[in-house]
């Protein structure tokens, strides 16, 4: 069966911290996403890479980064978290083919105190 | 713009029932794709369908089909014979190209609400 894990189901950080959120998929996947979702929002594109090393912007890139350095593995980071970065992340993961279906993690809700 | 618009925050519908959620879209690309997700209280974002958009037929998998109308721009979904299990947030999501990448854009969903 195809997995994506994302390594903390809950998380708790101050503000200012810097954050690490770690995804890792089993199916040999080109394709790696990072969304948040909110409630009444949805789910939004944070970032996203096609390739080893490679990272392409989406709708609400501000305040993230993110790394790519094995193909597996994909990570969020927030450099300083704030307040307003509380949100569940939702990792996904999907094969370069045309109907472009997306594998997701389970989420890591991430709580900014 | 909001390019993916699920007008129904929630819905109730009686087990057994059908019910149709639904999903319009804004894309001026002649090749796109569309799909539903189900997101249960346990968080996980299970995929449901899939329709091209040059696909004739509308999508039909087990009790999900989807009835695309492509020149209204709707994609809306119907789950016949709702189950209780059926009780979850659904999204509509459209493939599109972000910087000459395929992504998916969401809707913001939709609650299903199954009763006995």
Known sequence: DVKVTQSSRYLVKRTGEKVFLECVQDMDHENMFWYRQDPGLGLRLIYFSYDVKMKEKGDIPEGYSVSREKKERFSLILESASTNQTSMYLCASSLVQSNEKLFFGSGTQLSVL | AQKITQTQPGMFVQEKEAVTLDCTYDTSDQSYGLFWYKQPSSGEMIFLIYQGSYDEQNATEGRYS???????????????????????????????LLSGYSTLTFGKGTMLLVSP
């Open chain 2, 66 to 96: 989807l009835n695309f109308q492509k020149a209204r721009k709707s994609a809306n979904l119907v789950i016949s014979a709702s189950q209780l299990g059926d009780s979850a947030m659904y999204f509509c999501a459209m493939r599109e």
